[in-house]
């Protein structure tokens, strides 16, 4: 198989595996409940210090500033809820982007309907990128929170962090960002960033699946939005996954030290051109989305005028290359994705859309193949498409 869909999930890399696998098998006592005060809970507890120390290493801060959370997900959904319940005695109005993951947009638009906050949602142009004006625009003395994500899911389109991030620092305004598609991929850095808070999980840097954190800078309250537990420093209760936590930071050690040196950053980039001037030549009417210079290095979204994507979808995967499309399947109904559409990509296009996006293993057999692959299935869709 050539796996093409990296922005959906990596596989766990044998250095995580390694890592877990003690814990996993509770070798020498290595069993224990991490809040125990014997000498296994001890054990267990001390992997978990030492791992969130070199969190805090790695992204600048400290120890009590990593809260360990199950994921990407929950990481989004305790920064919005936790951080806009807290701080609501100082305004009702939150900020986020028409194209964010709906870990953000779900928990964004629950606290508006059911919550009585104050929503806006910022449009983007045609590249996917947030216009600074309309940004600044919508800013109130009454806004609380505002939450952008560094690299969309999608499209890969890198979002100016920085830029925003300094003028809601400039007004008191707390910035989170959904930092899951660039963390081991660029630098991260969230005071360099400028931001509040920052959610990273496991799985998209060849880490276990269900682990995760929130960066959440020191001196700012949150709420917690679980109850049951003092786990976390009270800010997300339940026993700690251990293995999962180590798995995390074994993957993250290896992901950025790929950051530093940068070649996967060049290798992957250089593939991926290659991939996009194939399409290029087999269909000349596809569209990219997105600037090369302006999305992550590994990722390229198209999309082909007058194809099924869905059919399209199906068969590449016969042919043994699993990628992903810019619809999502819903009880057998196509819907077209929020992403494109926020882009003004019109749905019928949009159902034509596919993403690519290259790892570790990807080689440049992985891509001659995949384009071989795509001219034998658009040459049998060409025909219905042309009567």
């Not at 098998?25 to 791992?51: C, F, K, L, M, T």
């Not at 991929?185 to 060849?206: G, M, N, W």
């Amino acid at each position: 198989m050539v796996y093409l869909d990296y922005n959906a999930t990596t596989p766990l890399c044998p250095e995580a595996l390694e890592s877990m696998l003690p814990w996993l098998e509770g070798r020498d006592g290595a069993y224990g409940n991490p809040s125990s005060i014997h000498q296994a809970g001890r054990q267990v507890r001390a992997a978990i210090d030492e791992a969130r120390d070199q969190w805090a290493h790695w992204l600048g801060g400290k120890p009590h500033e990593v809260i360990f959370t199950a994921g990407g997900t929950e990481s989004d959904n305790l920064a919005i809820l936790g951080l806009a319940r807290r701080h609501r005695p100082r305004g009702h109005h939150l900020i986020t982007s028409a194209l964010e993951h709906h870990a953000v947009l779900h928990a964004m638009e629950f606290l508006r309907d059911q919550e009585g906050f104050e929503l806006t949602i910022l449009p983007v142009n045609q590249e996917g990128l947030l216009e600074e004006n309309l940004f600044l625009e919508a800013l109130r003395p009454e806004t609380i929170l505002v939450s952008i994500m560094e690299a969309n899911n999608e499209t890969g389109v890198i979002q100016p962090i920085e830029k925003l991030a300094r003028h809601c620092q400039e007004r008191g305004i707390l910035f989170h960002t959904d930092a899951v598609q660039t963390f081991g991929k660029r630098r991260c850095k969230p005071r360099e960033l400028q931001v509040d808070a920052l959610s990273i999980t496991a799985h998209k840097f060849y880490g276990p699946r269900g682990a995760g954190l929130l960066w959440l800078r020191s001196g700012v309250e949150i709420n917690s939005i679980f109850y049951g537990g003092f786990q976390e420093n009270q800010r997300r209760p339940g026993t700690e996954n251990t293995a999962s936590i180590v798995g995390m930071t074994s993957a993250a050690c290896l992901a950025l030290k790929e950051v530093e040196l940068g070649f996967q950053a060049q290798r992957q980039g250089e593939l991926r051109e290659v991939l996009w001037r194939g399409i290029q030549q087999i269909y000349p009417q596809v569209v990219r989305h997105g600037k090369a210079e302006h999305t992550l290095f590994n990722t390229l979204h198209v999309h082909f005028p007058h194809v099924d994507g869905e059919m399209l979808l199906i068969a590449l995967d016969l042919e043994g290359i699993a990628v992903s499309s810019g619809s999502a399947c819903m009880v057998g109904s196509i819907r077209s994705s929020h992403v494109l559409a926020a882009m003004g990509i019109p749905a019928s296009e949009a159902q034509g859309a596919v993403r690519f996006s290259l790892g570790r293993q990807t080689s440049q057999e992985d891509i001659h193949y995949t384009l071989a692959a795509l001219e034998r299935v658009l040459a049998r869709q060409r025909p219905s498409f042309e009567k």
